[in-house]
């Protein structure tokens, strides 16, 4: 199916989402849609679906003019959408959320659930997409579940599909068998779009990639011939640096020091087992890791956010056992959380409130009791200015930024207090390409001037790019760290569980 | 400086898309929809923000303090336009003469409903003493204003405010009536110290039970409120507070060093204003410019957050319920010390309920509790006259309150009805950020 764009405008009050566009998708093309976090992709999108009404522009489908007022229209017309985050019933099978809204029913209403499952178990075969249909949805996987949204649009007959984000929470792997299925459903001339900022999915599965950056399409190029430098350059509109420019460690005494550590979750699972390594100063050392392997139990129980079941961790040769969060952070931590939506910021607070929010209570931004906003605002205007924080003033609330901005925060706040220790958790997740270099040098110069960094990532590019040193954990288990350079594919065997020595007998 | 896409944040996205499939499904796309979506988004967004496992209370919060004051001013209007035509069609005359002699029938409404108003208004400001009443009105509603105002800036919603006022009011009468011979400078703050103290404890119980247990405080209070209602009815029966020469449930008099002065002999209001004024400027400084406030508010607009950055959520819990019950109290000892001066069974009369309304009327910030406060001591006082003088029953009142309510819980209606551009309400929204 062959979808054009032409001119299509979207004015939200004082913004300009899209400025008119003109794209054209192919029939049988893996349309790729390239753009930094409000870009304006998802309106884009969002248009195409029916969820919004242009304000200019036509849409035409086969050279067909497209009216489109609800996604019902955009579903009659074989345009199909698998939203970031799943729009699928946990508690229902498989069967009953892809045939939901459109099921066929016997007498009284009941609906026909043989039908359905063989229906979607033919339907998903076909496609190359198996799926139990009798199995509930919330009992499965991400990755399947997304598979179930896929197939859930080709139940609906979709032509089309939009793919917003898909990889995001999805492991390497997940993120092969999901390229597999996007190639399966193009082969019958059915058009995708797969909208994502990372540039190397889009030179893997992209037969064509668009560029948006701030509303307006910037250019269509071809990724196989484009380099990755040039696609960034694109999409932020300057030069951007994509290798991080470290020199060589100065590492100094041990800063952190995990030993044998143990942490229980609530129901009593060993969710980290038996954990040692240690931080020098001076230096990164990187967990690299399949989400959910216990780095979020790891880093919560260092930093004073969960109880440690069993071993020990210090900070400068003092345990932290027994010590309150506040106690731990103000000894000299600085923890960037995983999740800075729920945990890093105060949607509601402003900038200046979140540049303070671990020290609201110390001099000279409090006295007697009373917040000294005067101080405070000084304070937060130096690091907006320091950590190149885009906002209009410092009393902006820090929910109406840029998700890379958002984060800046949150570096910014951390890394401008007297730290020996640097735990960063995911530090450039959800952020745009121009704020992951920003973020990058950060981390960097923190550790040139001496402190512990320790760096949790799921981004092996990113592991890889920033550690002095690489360990992986799995299961709960840590292996190495071991000093750099360590291949992308030893890390790889070994983020899926590979035995150590079987990875680098070849190498020792 | 806007980006393009603001408030489309990836956390946000695909829920404002749901709120988006709703206005679209049963509208045309036009300006005003877009803005209505946009609109809905910010208002999704910011709920989501608060983590997806917001609280309904969390969620009441981002909503109250993200809806304008032109919003809540429209929404008073709205609920005195709705007024008057309860007002008007609630007259047999003129729902007999619509049809007939709609002219007639029309006027006969125009002048009612401006009698009636202009009595109310006349009963509450129209002259010295009917001032004096609408202080004396104000004067609780006010602390209990703040009973439900401060929880509520912590995340709680404290339904408990009438057990409180209660557990205060009882205190503070029991040490006004049962100590004589003391001079008014020592019996008085004392009575007002055992009251507060009283509604203190009434309030920290749910508070503990929510840190320690998870209890939900809205369960607790409620239930605290009925204990209240019932220990309190039932204990001045007994000998301790009963007045000797009566069998009825009336207490002892508070004697005169436990009263409350007057500022003038012959008007009602008296010196409980001014502790409601001094404890208004002490809850200001405590929510808005205290590192307690800081935390406070961190708790109540993102817990997991205020965890990481090292407070600890479940003591401010205990604070913010602790001195929302002191502040009930304080409007309980109010009560009985500064106007009835004797302790009946159902004493409280609602002002801890009332409380929830004033709250809500002044969007949980307290300089906006303070003058919801008065608004609705304005329309107690001035009900009670246009009831007498022009038979429009006080229920009005109550009506007028309920849906002044309804249209705040519902600020979409009130942009819906007023016709309000989302973009009017984001310069205000940006305009404020916490502590200003």
Do not use: C
Not at chain 1, 16 to 44: F, I, R
Not at chain 2, 351 to 367: H, K, S
């Amino acid at each position: 199916m062959k979808l054009e764009l032409r001119g299509v405008t979207k004015r939200f009050p004082g913004v300009v989402a899209n400025d008119h566009v003109d794209l054209v998708v192919e029939s049988g093309e893996v349309h790729g849609l390239l753009g930094e976090n409000g870009a304006g992709k998802s309106t884009l999108m969002n248009i195409l679906y029916g969820l919004y009404g242009a304000d200019e522009g036509d849409i035409l489908l086969d050279d067909r003019p497209l009216t489109l007022s609800s996604p019902g229209d955009a579903i009659d017309a074989g345009i199909g959408m698998v939203h970031q985050h799943f729009m699928l019933v946990p508690v229902f099978t498989v069967a009953e959320n892809i045939v939901l809204g459109v099921e066929h029913t016997l007498q009284f209403g009941r609906l026909d659930r043989q039908r359905a499952s063989r229906e979607v178990r033919e339907l998903a075969e076909r496609a190359g997409l198996p799926v139990d249909p009798d199995v509930l949805v919330g009992d499965l996987p991400v990755g399947i579940q997304q598979r179930v949204e896929i197939v859930k649009a080709l139940y609906r007959d979709a032509r089309l599909l939009i793919l917003d984000e898909p990889t995001a929470v999805l492991t390497p792997q997940q993120i092969d068998d999901l390229f597999e299925a996007i190639r399966a459903f193009v082969a019958d001339g059915r058009s995708v779009i797969f909208i994502s900022h990372k540039l190397r999915e889009h030179q893997a599965i992209a037969d064509r990639v668009s560029v948006l950056r701030r509303g307006k399409l910037v250019g269509t190029a071809d990724p196989r011939t484009t380099s990755e430098q040039d696609l960034a350059n694109m999409m932020v509109g300057r030069p951007v640096q994509l290798v991080v420019d470290k020199k060589a460690a100065e590492p100094t005494d041990v800063v952190l020091e995990v030993d044998n550590l143990v942490v229980e979750s609530a129901t009593g699972a060993r969710v980290v087992d038996d954990v040692s390594f240690n931080v020098r100063g001076g230096e990164i050392v990187a967990i690299a890791g399949v989400e959910g392997n216990g780095q979020d139990p790891l880093v919560r129980a260092m930093t004073g956010l969960m109880p440690i079941a069993s071993g020990a961790v210090s900070v400068s040769g003092v345990s932290i056992e027994g010590r309150s969060r506040k106690d731990v952070l103000r000894g000299g931590v600085g923890h960037i959380p995983q999740d800075r939506g729920k945990e890093g910021l105060i949607a509601g607070f402003t900038v200046a409130e979140n540049l303070i929010l671990n020290l609201w209570d110390v001099e000279p931004f409090a006295r007697k009791g009373t917040l000294q906003f005067r101080a405070i605002d000084d304070y937060a205007r130096q690091l907006v200015e320091d950590f190149d924080i885009r906002t209009p003033t410092v009393s902006t609330s820090v929910g109406s930024l840029s998700g890379g901005n958002q984060q800046k925060v949150v570096v910014a706040r951390e890394l401008s207090q007297q730290i020996d220790v640097l735990v960063a958790a995911q530090p450039t997740r959800g952020v745009d390409v121009g704020s992951i270099e920003y973020i990058h040098e950060q981390l960097v110069a923190k550790r040139n001037d001496g402190a512990a960094v320790l760096l949790v990532s799921s981004e092996l590019d990113e592991v890889l790019a920033l550690a002095d040193r690489i360990a992986v954990m799995f299961h709960g288990r840590l292996v190495g760290p071991w000093p750099m350079p360590v291949s992308k594919e030893d890390v790889g065997r070994l983020m899926a569980g590979a035995d150590p020595a079987d990875v680098f007998e070849g190498a020792a | 400086m806007a980006e393009p896409g603001r408030g489309k944040h990836p956390v946000g996205n695909d829920h404002a898309d749901d709120r988006a499939v709703e206005s679209q499904g049963s509208s045309e796309a036009s300006d005003e929809v877009a803005a209505e979506i946009a609109a809905a988004q910010e208002r999704e967004a910011k709920a989501l923000r608060l983590g997806l496992e917001a609280t309904f209370t969390q969620r009441l919060v981002a909503a109250l303090t993200g809806t304008s004051v032109i919003v809540t001013l429209l929404a008073v209007a709205s609920a005195l336009v709705i007024g008057g035509f309860i007002i008007a069609l609630s007259d047999d005359v003129v729902r007999a003469g619509l049809l007939s002699t709609p002219g007639e029938a029309l006027s006969r409404a125009a002048r009612m409903v401006s009698r009636a108003y202009t009595a109310l208004l006349r009963g509450s400001f129209g002259g010295r003493s009917q001032i004096s009443e609408m202080l004396v009105s104000s004067t609780p509603l006010i602390l209990t204003g703040l009973a439900v105002a401060v929880p509520l800036r912590a995340g709680l919603f404290n339904i408990g405010a009438e057990g409180q006022l209660i557990a205060g009011g009882m205190m503070a009468g029991l040490v006004g009536f049962s100590l004589t011979g003391l001079p008014l400078v020592i019996h008085l703050p004392l009575a007002i110290a055992a009251g507060i103290a009283a509604g203190a404890l009434y309030g920290w119980v749910p508070g503990i039970l929510k840190a320690r247990t998870g209890a939900h405080e809205v369960i607790s209070t409620i239930m605290l409120n009925n204990i209240a209602i019932l220990v309190s009815g039932w204990m001045v029966s007994t000998a301790l507070f009963r007045r000797p020469d009566r069998t009825d449930p009336i207490s002892k008099p508070v004697v005169s060093s436990a009263q409350f002065p007057r500022f003038v002999p012959d008007l009602r209001v008296n010196t409980s204003l001014l502790l409601a004024i001094i404890l208004a400027i002490a809850i200001f400084w405590l929510v808005e410019r205290s590192t307690r406030g800081f935390e406070l508010n961190a708790v109540g607009l993102n817990p997991d957050a205020a965890t990481v950055a090292g407070m600890e959520p479940s003591r401010i819990i205990v604070l913010a319920m602790s001195t929302g019950g002191a502040l009930a109290g304080a409007a309980g000892a109010a009560t009985v010390l500064g106007i009835q001066h004797r302790l009946t069974m159902g004493f409280s009369a609602g002002l801890g309920f009332d409380g929830i309304t004033v709250a809500l009327l002044g969007r949980g910030r307290i300089g906006g509790t303070v003058a919801a406060g008065v608004l609705m001591g304005a329309l107690k006082a001035g009900g009670r006259s246009m009831q007498a003088q022009t038979g429009t029953s006080l229920d009005l009142v109550l009506v007028i309150q309920a849906l002044i309510v309804v249209f705040i819980a519902a600020p979409g209606l009130v942009k819906a009805i007023f016709r309000i551009k989302a973009s009017d309400l984001a310069t205000g929204q940006l305009a404020k950020g916490w502590g200003s």
